[in-house]
């Protein structure tokens, strides 16, 4: 039988994802927007974590090694610079973190609707698209076709 | 093993040309089977259906087989390559995760070695194919605009996808430029067409259409070809063509959906499993008769492998445009698909114009691109690139060649066991100054439109999937692998459809390519059922 404990991210591990997801996006009062640490984001983001979690885990423990262990004592300039020299480098474990916690977060109703956005998936409502410009295509309208034809090539 | 009643014609894989040569071929009311080894994808399974959409499309709607690993995918080695395979494994195949990007290769496409001194000519030419392309824009429901002087004349049956604020942003910096564009050909459905409802600018197409305005052949070819009697079996995945005493394909031994060996006996043998499907199942059908593989004597299986080098480069400019809300691709521009010999490379590619994404997707591909931070500046940025993004795909032919290929991979196994493809390729010098000539344009044109925050992907993350060359077409068996009509020049009732049998692969999406062949190849079959096998 399967060690289920393995298949998903430990406490410990889904606290260093909170600092961290929270450090990437933190919450903005201004914009009336929640961090990516907030307990409804991260509880989405954790059960996300699917096919990446080796590479979830990789990234949690680099970051947890540049750090040396203390990345939620550092101050946050510190755990900016950190995460962002982190993910500069990149990867697939970088990549990975940074899919999961935009993932989880740019779904979330409380950050959709402070963007403008409608908090609904685009099925079956869809959106809306104007037409644009097409008096645009006249110049084109008026050039002679320059595909070359083989046709004449062969006569030639 | 299980043994099944014997079929007249037995095709391998669903997908865009399986469909297409399925249905042409019911009415000559011969008994056809496909096999294919995904299943049927239901529309309401599709990721826009739910809130999860743009994370969806990187697990279980993802365009490569290794990260999606569905059960009824297989892995691909393809380690020793810059791009990737893109495929999906289902009713429909790759025609369910496109773009719906409906360009047809050019008339000089077909003719590299006459015009250009390059590669080989094709034994087809594109006005033997034009009825069968007009065929299939009727089949799958195109949309477009006719009167482009960069094409052949064509005739869409619905109007083109609106060019919405993003178009009309590049149709006035190419007009400044004085470059050609055009609204692009897609299969999207502008209008309600053959039982399809128009588009409602999801715009999620790539990972299937909830709203069924997106063609995919499961909801185009497939339901007339079963309606004419075609029999499509799911969940088959075959492991080898075998042969009789006479050298002929006598069948296929595949494993069904309980895991059982079957074997399904057939007077004739269709393969559709596109570039890197067709050859991995010709080398594991080798034999004590065919030792390098099924009709391989020319050693070309697997060889000449075609991938289209797809950079992408793109911006933001400061005006919010549309986004993800529509379909994604809205023009292209011929301008640099012809060869120019003041270039110094031969042929050519297209320009394709694409939208912008969604919130998900662009902080991520903001984020990768060093364009959007993390911390504190996130939220600031974020709001600058949202909606803002433009982006400019160069779809640059590649020229065959044969150390580009597909062999069997000795230790890489599928799940029922059957040995994997792998995938050995590079990029040639001539692809490298194509793409940097189309990359600098690309940047022009943006830069053009007012976009600042330059960034150009050149190969890694752009893998569009396009499978082509591995069992080409020719009249010399010893230089192809099937003749002028998709018949294998060793096995006479073994035909071949699919993407594999390109000679060259144009500077286009070659789907609409790919299955006015299969039309073609199947009208030929039909003219010559007297003498096929002569």
Known sequence: MADTASLQLSAVEIRDLREIAGTMIPADAALGVPGADDPAILADAVKSVGCDLALIREALAAISVKSDGVFADMDRDAREALIDAYCKMGGPAAAALGRLVASAYYRDDRVLIALGLEARAPFPKGHELEQGDWSLLDTVRKRAPFWRDDRAAAKE | ?534
């Open chain 2, 1 to 534: 093993m299980a043994d099944n009643e014997k079929v007249d014609v037995l095709i391998v894989g669903s997908g865009a040309s399986g469909a297409a040569v399925a249905w042409s071929l019911a009415d000559t009311r011969m008994r056809i089977l496909c096999l294919e080894q995904g299943d049927w994808v239901k529309s309401t399974e599709f990721p826009s259906n739910g809130r999860d959409w743009e994370a969806r499309r990187y697990t279980d709607f993802d365009i490569s087989p290794n990260r999606r690993g569905r059960d009824t995918d297989y892995p691909v080695n393809d380690d020793n390559s810059p791009m990737k395979v893109a495929n999906f494994n289902g009713v429909g195949g790759g025609t369910l995760i496109y773009t719906a990007h409906w360009p047809r290769m050019h008339p000089s496409d077909f003719r590299v070695r006459s015009l250009d001194g390059v590669a080989d000519d094709w034994p087809v030419d594109y006005w033997t194919l034009e009825p069968f392309y007009e065929e299939n824009d009727r089949m799958m429901g195109a949309s477009g605009l006719a009167g482009d002087p960069g094409v052949p004349p064509r005739r869409p049956p619905m109007p083109p996808i609106p060019l919405g604020k993003t178009g009309t942003r590049y149709a006035q910096a190419m007009n400044r430029l004085g470059w050609h564009w055009w609204p692009s050909d897609t299969t999207v459905a502008t209008t309600a067409y053959e039982g399809r409802a128009a588009c409602i600018n999801i715009g999620h197409c790539t990972p299937g259409c909830a709203q069924g305005a997106k063609a995919s052949v499961d909801i185009t070819y497939w339901p007339l070809a079963l309606r004419a009697g075609v029999e499509l079996r799911t969940r088959c995945r075959v492991r080898e063509i075998t042969t009789d005493a006479h050298g002929m394909a006598a069948g296929a031994i595949y494993y069904d959906a309980d895991g059982r060996e079957c074997f399904q006996p057939a007077e004739m043998v269709i393969l559709a499993c596109n570039g890197v499907g067709t050859p991995r199942l010709l080398l594991n059908s080798a034999s004590g008769r065919f030792p390098d593989g099924l009709a391989n004597s020319s050693g070309l299986v697997g060889r000449n492998l075609m991938l289209h080098p797809w950079p992408i480069v793109s911006g933001y400019v400061d005006q919010p445009l549309d986004g993800g809300r529509g379909p994604i691709t809205c023009m292209w521009s011929k301008e640099f698909y012809e060869t120019d010999r003041s270039r110094d490379f031969v042929r050519g590619y297209t320009l394709q114009f694409g939208r912008g994404t969604g919130p998900a997707n662009q902080a991520i591909i903001g984020a990768a691109a060093g364009h959007l931070p993390w911390g504190r500046a996130h939220h600031r940025v974020f709001r600058e690139l949202l909606d803002h993004r433009v982006n400019i795909g160069v779809a640059c032919e590649d020229l065959p060649e044969e150390h580009n290929r597909v062999t069997v991979d000795p230790v890489l196994k599928d799940s029922h066991g059957i040995p994997a493809p792998r995938v050995d390729y590079a990029l040639s010098v001539n692809t490298r100054r194509m793409m940097e000539h189309g990359i600098a344009r690309a940047e022009e044109i943006l830069t053009e439109a007012g976009a600042t925050r330059l960034h150009c992907s050149r190969t890694a993350l752009n893998s569009p999937g396009h499978l082509l060359g591995t069992a080409r077409m020719g009249n010399d068996p010893e230089r192809s692998v099937v003749n002028a009509w998709g018949r294998c020049h060793d096995v006479r009732n073994l035909f071949i459809v699919d993407g594999s049998i390109w000679v060259t692969s144009g500077g286009v999406n070659p789907t609409s390519t790919i299955q006015a062949l299969a039309l073609y190849i199947a009208a030929e079959i039909k003219q010559r059922l007297a003498t096929l096998f002569d």
